[in-house]
């Protein structure tokens, strides 16, 4: 698991990908390699997330690829077997989180609350996204959330846009944020993959910038 931590605090922002045509996670996922951000998180809130996930996987095999909204083991499984090297889920549902701990799936929870914090800290987990995490407080909660729990790391999404996501990149408690801006079904759908790369560039720019005030 830590390797895929690592791999996702060095990348910064996750691309949150909804796709409803899997024909269309090819051209993405290259918009998404050539801007800089060799990675996804495609949500399983279409029929095409599964075949999508093994499109980017086969065809990009250097992109980290994931798999968001994981609400069940089912899903677990299809998404593994379709190529995801990570899960996501909005919630902190035992049964998935204990799933995947027990074989070793990297997963990451979504914790609004210190409680949430604590259940996913009895699996061993050290990183929980938090999530929504504007409507949910925003930074100034996760600061307040994160002072007991020194060993965990959030990753922030939900109203994440590149007016705020620097700030939170600049908090030593956010390992990476979530962000949809660079993919909307918008751009998607209207094959816009050079726009799409542009914002991705951008992206790329604004960790850049907030990593060094990090340091």
Known sequence: MENIYL??????IIPVVVLDQ???AAPLAKALCDGGIPCAEVTFRTQAAEEAIREMSEKYPQML???GTVLTTDQVNRAVEAGAKFIVSPGLNPTVV??????????IPGCS???DVEVAMEFGLSVVKFFPAEPAGGLNYIKAISAPYSNIRFMPTGGINPKNVSSYLECPAILACGGSWMVKKDLICE???DEIEKLVREAVE???EARKKLK
């Open 191 to 193: 094959g816009k993959y």
């Open 22 to 24: 899997a024909e269309d």
């Open 206 to 208: 604004l960790v850049s």
């Open 113 to 115: 609350t210190p409680s």
């Open 98 to 107: 204990d799933y995947c701990v027990k074989r070793g799936i990297p997963i």
């Open 7 to 12: 791999k996702i605090k060095e990348i910064g």
């Open 65 to 67: 690829v994931g798999a």
